[in-house]
């Protein structure tokens, strides 16, 4: 299982059982019995429900690092249904065990509101981010709602780069994975080389037409010739 999150308070790091949860696996249904609330340590779960023509309606997405579930600590039922997005490394923690911390020690129940409210600043700022409507809007929004400390260090990769597209231009923050553009053009020397020697096309690679359809073809052509 992966790493748990830095800021994960010290009385649930032995509570959480690991779940793995394959894609699209069910971690539970709407209308099932209350017994957890659920950490994300790897990959994605939605919050959905299920409208009367069978669409699927989201309602929120957790991903690394998020808690789910957490609203319906002190409902009996769960109001939603939550689906794996793709393979995820998931925490169950006991909602009676959470309950319990939330009464009797003043130091977790203070925690506990500090990270929901962590939580939902990150979901608001996410909703605000969707609403601006240029790139450069979004990313200098990601950057300072998202950015630790004085620097903030981003991944900048394009395919075109990753895969060695263009052959002059290398840039510094990028690595080369392939080298497609010498794959292209060995392709099409041989396609050049084969179309030259008369192997291509060939039998295997063409259409062939009964004689009787071509002359019924060529007499349409001519008559329209002359309409």
């Known amino acids: 299982?992966?790493?748990?999150?830095?800021?994960?308070?010290?009385?649930?790091?032995?509570?959480?059982?690991?779940?793995?949860?394959?894609?699209?696996?069910?971690v539970f249904r709407q209308g099932d019995p209350v017994r957890a609330v659920f950490l994300v340590l790897q990959g994605e779960v939605r919050?959905?429900?299920?409208?009367?023509?069978?669409?699927?309606?989201?309602?929120?997405?957790?991903?690394?690092?998020?808690?789910?579930?957490?609203a319906a600590l002190n409902t009996p039922r769960f109001r939603c249904n939550a689906i794996a997005s793709q393979e995820s490394a998931i925490l169950a923690f006991?909602?009676?065990?959470?309950?319990?911390?939330?009464?009797?020690?003043?130091?977790?129940a203070g925690q506990w509101v500090a990270l929901l409210t962590r939580?939902?600043?990150?979901?608001?700022?996410?909703?605000?981010?969707?609403?601006?409507?240029?790139?450069?809007?979004?990313v200098l929004h990601y950057l300072h709602t998202?950015?630790?400390?004085?620097r903030c260090e981003v991944a900048l990769a394009g395919s075109h780069d990753l895969l060695g597209v263009f052959t002059d231009f290398k840039p510094k923050f990028t690595k080369r994975y392939a080298n497609l553009t010498e794959v292209a053009v060995n392709g099409?020397?041989?396609?050049?080389?084969?179309?030259?020697?008369?192997?291509?096309?060939?039998?295997?690679?063409?259409?062939?037409?009964?004689?009787?359809?071509?002359?019924?073809?060529?007499?349409?052509?001519?008559?329209?010739?002359?309409?």
């Open 1 to 26: 299982m992966p790493d748990l999150p830095a800021n994960l308070p010290a009385a649930l790091r032995t509570l959480g059982q690991p779940i793995t949860c394959p894609k699209e696996g069910w």
């Open 47 to 70: 919050l959905s429900r299920f409208a009367r023509d069978g669409s699927e309606i989201a309602l929120h997405r957790a991903g690394s690092g998020d808690f789910f579930a957490e």
């Open 94 to 108: 006991p909602a009676g065990k959470i309950r319990a911390l939330l009464a009797r020690d003043p130091e977790f």
């Open 119 to 138: 939580q939902l600043h990150a979901a608001r700022a996410r909703v605000e981010r969707l609403a601006l409507k240029s790139a450069a809007e979004r």
């Open 146 to 150: 998202e950015g630790k400390g004085p």
């Open 188 to 227: 099409i020397k041989a396609y050049i080389a084969d179309v030259k020697g008369g192997t291509f096309p060939d039998d295997d690679h063409s259409y062939g037409v009964d004689e009787k359809e071509f002359e019924k073809f060529l007499n349409l052509v001519e008559k329209r010739k002359h309409q």
